[in-house]
């Protein structure tokens, strides 16, 4: 269905991404491509439709072949009806208003006649599960419907292939699950090929039938198992699976916890982690946020100590990022008080409040507009009113090696983030809030982040992070709460909080029940 | 009436022939009255969508433009005759021998006022009637209405309206984000902190969208023999020329009129002519198509006969449409009541349709994405 023979790709004056691939994808496959961050996964991707190297420019070399066609030097628009491609962040690629219309748009582009067009459409509905949402405005929808009409949008031109980057990184735990088993069944019922990327991979292993590793310049397929045995990047099952020497590795919950007595019977209890209480830094009562008639947060209460890491979870739209915003003072409160050591961020100056709170927005690009990271972080100390140099020693220790005279956009996501953090982090803030800071993360820039969340707390910080990503989570938390419809549905230790609920459990905690949670936890207790 | 969106040329041609009534009028009244006609319509029948967030920008442009005009005219003063009404006296400023033409400040006289005045709300006028289309349409949903030939135009043209109102979503969120960095104590450094992410954003949104229509089949080329493009490409050519003729003896008074209509209608059916054989080779279908109904007729000939009115009342009394600059403006009820047609589209056509959906607030979408 889809092959590349001896296929190398460069982009503009840089080094190969990666060289020499082989690959042949048949039909009615699921493919789940991964890789470090920047590892040339997304530009994998974009081959199978022409966007790269149409719109990213570049050198291709080898050949690419779609049903036994070779496409090289076709722009992605003759390709439409074979290959279905899904972007990144779907709102932004979308052409129309209203669902009917966008699932009709393709179609339109392919000539086909009105009876079709509106047969189609109709099937697509159901089998998405939408139908009742055609009338309804695109950017209404919350972001499991989005990604679904993107996906339907794709399917009515019947394609063969459906290329899918990175299609729940934006989404919640539940709503990720349905967009996926959503795929699945597309693969089941329309023999489907259909390629995923995805960084967070343990959702994805269980449908996937071969595993595609971007690693170094290299492109290796397989099956999971045997893939996964050696990838650099594994979910935190397979890493357990790796700690316990099962052979051959689970990948799926079920067949782990089928062998977990035996690893169960070695392992004593948990260490207990220390409680950090220290005095309160944040102390909010009846926080309420409204947009005209719509009430995103209502009467939330919160409180955190200092070296404590609170996780904030919830469904999308659930008032996460407006609570963030209103703890900071930024957001106007339509009700409650917010103390941090003592006074109000909202009633004090910008400089002030940057000074007791730092905010980490969910794009944390806005906070940069200097040409590179050393102007950055001179503006930085300069606007904190420290010894220069302050903001590049905390870059470093978050992520060193960040080139002075890089600029800021050509950082990888992870590097990014850390120079915004670093920034924010220079008026060094008793309290640090981080809004979705895993998006676009890797496992390894995961690790990354939590080391410096923990040693943030350890200096005496509090934390807020709010996320759906449960395994980082499981990892930085002290304690959880969950939000829904802007108000606080449970909280406390994250052992409990996350061990009880069925979507926001991690997979350790699946398999070997409460109170385990992560791997480190595991891999301590193993030594 | 049924809610329902109207077609978006219908809003296009209307607002097209409310800014020509605009371009052949001076009178201040008149002109703010076009002013206040646009934006009663658009509060009317404007959408909760994000281009409709737009209008406000424009409305600021309009303001901004009428400030500058009237400014202009202020420190780039005119000699001053002795018929001249002197309003304001400001101290000329000395400019050297080589400057010479130009004069700094000195007296203001009336007539330089209210020109500038006028001037301003003119162009005001147009900038709004533009701006009012841009909140009443969707622009997406115009590229639809577009020509099949005209697909590759369309795009660039959808992708720069589609630019404008997300700047307006982007500056917001990098605002708030402004806040929570120093703001640089320089004033460019201002204009940086928020210019610098808002273009990057536009333009990444942009190419995301741009590379999400092609990668679902967007422009994707027909079948077209070598000859057929030639004759195209002729058709084309023609109706340039004529065009731009017609046009010419259209605004030179002294042309006859022959020239400038038989251009005009030469120019006008090749074009025709032209479109029709380039979009032969697109093949392109179209999804229950937006039609052309009555409140939409009604809409575009509102728009119409404003223009059209307003262009017959100038050679009916010269005076009401293009006043004397020396005192208050004539203001002749009817020309008022031409205007007025130009209004009724905020009463006489369906609502937009309300999303069911809507319950989701667009301006949470900008923190809570």
């Given at each position: 269905m889809l092959e590349l023979r001896d296929v190398s790709f460069a982009y503009t004056g840089t080094d190969w991404t990666w060289q020499h691939v082989d690959l042949r994808l048949d039909e009615g496959e699921l493919v789940l491509a991964c890789g470090r961050t920047g590892s040339g996964k997304s530009t994998l991707l974009g081959l199978f439709n022409g966007i790269v190297p149409h719109f990213t420019g570049g050198t291709l070399a080898g050949d690419v072949l779609v049903d036994g066609r070779s496409i090289i030097g076709l722009p992605p628009r003759e390709l439409a009806h074979l290959v279905g491609f899904v972007p990144q962040d779907p709102l932004s690629g979308f052409v129309s208003d209203v669902v009917e219309d966008e699932l009709a748009y393709g179609m339109e582009q392919l000539g086909l006649p009105a009876q079709t067009m509106r047969r189609r459409v109709e099937e697509t509905l159901d089998l998405l599960g939408i139908a009742d949402l055609r009338r309804r405005p695109i950017r209404a929808l919350s972001g499991g419907q989005q990604q679904r009409v993107a996906i339907g949008a794709v399917l009515t031109m019947h394609p063969r292939v459906l290329v899918l980057d990175?299609?729940?990184?934006?989404?919640d735990p539940t709503a990720a699950e349905d967009v996926l088993a959503t795929v699945a069944r597309l693969v089941d019922d329309l023999g489907l090929t259909v390629v995923i990327a995805e960084h967070r991979m343990e959702r994805v292993i269980p449908f996937a039938d071969r595993l595609v590793v971007v690693h170094e310049g290299s492109v290796s397929v397989g099956e999971p198992a045997a893939v996964l045995a050696s990838s650099p990047v594994a979910p935190p099952i397979v890493e357990l699976g790796r700690l316990a020497g099962w052979s051959p590795l689970p990948l799926s919950v079920r067949e782990a916890r089928r062998r977990r007595t035996e690893l169960l019977a070695r392992l004593g209890e948990p260490a207990a982690t220390p409680s950090r209480s220290g005095d309160a830094v944040l102390r909010a009562r009846g926080v309420s946020v409204a947009y005209k008639s719509f009430?995103?947060?209502?009467?939330v209460d919160l409180d955190v100590a200092a070296g404590e890491v609170v996780g904030l979870m919830g469904r999308n739209g659930s008032g996460k990022s407006s609570l963030l915003w209103a703890l900071r003072g930024a957001q106007k409160r339509a009700a409650g008080t917010v103390d941090v050591g003592g006074v109000d961020p909202a009633a004090l100056s910008a400089a002030d409040a940057r000074a007791r709170i730092g905010l980490v927005p969910q794009t944390a690009a806005d906070l940069l507009y200097l040409e590179t990271v050393a102007e950055e972080c001179a503006a930085a100390d300069d606007q904190a009113a420290v010894a220069s140099g302050t903001c590049r020693g905390l870059l470093d220790r978050l992520a060193p090696g960040i080139g002075a005279d890089q600029h800021p956009r050509d950082l990888s996501e992870g590097q990014r983030l850390a120079l915004v953090l670093a920034v924010v982090l220079t008026s060094s803030p008793t309290l640090v809030v981080l809004d979705e800071p895993t998006r676009g993360l890797d496992y390894a820039g995961k690790a990354a982040l939590a080391a410096i969340l923990h040693d943030l707390a350890s200096r005496g910080h509090g934390v807020i992070v709010a996320s759906h990503d449960v395994e980082f989570v499981a990892e930085v938390a002290d304690s959880v709460v969950v939000m829904a419809e802007g108000e606080v549905v449970s909280r406390g230790p994250a052992a409990d909080v996350l061990a009880e609920s069925p979507s926001f459990a991690p997979q350790v905690s699946k398999v070997l029940g409460p109170p385990w949670l992560t791997v480190p936890q595991v891999r301590e207790a193993l030594r | 009436m049924l809610a329902r969106d109207l077609h978006p040329g219908a809003w296009w041609l209307w607002a097209i022939g409310l800014a020509a009534a605009a371009t052949f009028t001076l009178n201040p009244v008149v002109l703010l009255l076009i002013w206040a006609v646009a934006a009663l319509v658009v509060m009317a029948r404007r959408s909760e969508a994000p281009w409709a967030l737009s209008f406000r920008l424009y409305v600021f442009l309009a303001i901004f433009i009428v400030v500058l005009r009237v400014l202009f005219r202020i420190i780039f003063g005119t000699a001053a005759t002795d018929a001249d009404v002197i309003v304001l006296h400001l101290p000329q400023v000395p400019l050297p021998e080589a400057a010479r033409g130009i004069q700094l400040l000195g007296d203001v006289t009336l007539v330089a006022l209210l020109s500038g005045l006028y001037d301003g709300l003119r162009l005001g006028a147009i900038v709004l009637c533009v701006g009012a289309a841009n909140a009443l349409a969707n622009p997406k949903r115009l590229l639809k209405s577009v020509p099949p030939a005209l697909y590759e135009v369309g795009t660039a043209v959808v992708v720069a309206l589609t630019i404008f109102p997300q700047l307006a979503e982007s500056v917001q969120r990098v605002n708030r984000a402004r806040q929570l960095r120093g703001s640089p104590s320089r004033g460019v450094g201002v204009l940086r902190r928020v210019v610098v992410p808002v273009l990057e954003d536009a333009l990444e949104r942009s190419m995301t969208l741009a590379m999400g229509m092609d990668a679902r089949g967007y422009g994707r080329s027909g079948r077209a023999t070598p000859r057929e493009r030639l004759v195209t490409g002729v058709l084309m050519l023609v109706a340039l020329f004529a065009l731009c003729v017609g046009i010419y003896a259209y605004l030179d008074a002294t042309a006859p009129r022959s020239l400038a209509v038989g251009g005009l209608a030469i120019g006008l059916l090749t074009a025709a002519a032209g479109l029709w054989s380039a979009g032969r080779r697109v093949e392109r279908t179209r999804y229950r198509p937006d039609r052309w109904r009555t409140a939409e007729l009604f809409t575009a000939g509102a728009g119409i006969a404003v223009a059209i009115g307003v262009d017959r009342a100038y050679a009916i009394d010269p005076f009401a449409v293009v006043p004397g600059l020396d005192g208050w403006p004539e203001v002749a009820p009817w020309v008022l009541a031409i205007i007025m047609v130009g209004a009724l589209p905020a009463f006489l056509t369906p609502p937009p349709a309300v999303d069911r959906g809507a319950e989701r607030p667009l301006t949470e979408e900008v923190v809570d994405a």
């Open positions: 990175e299609p729940t990184s934006a989404l009430a995103a947060v209502r009467g | -």
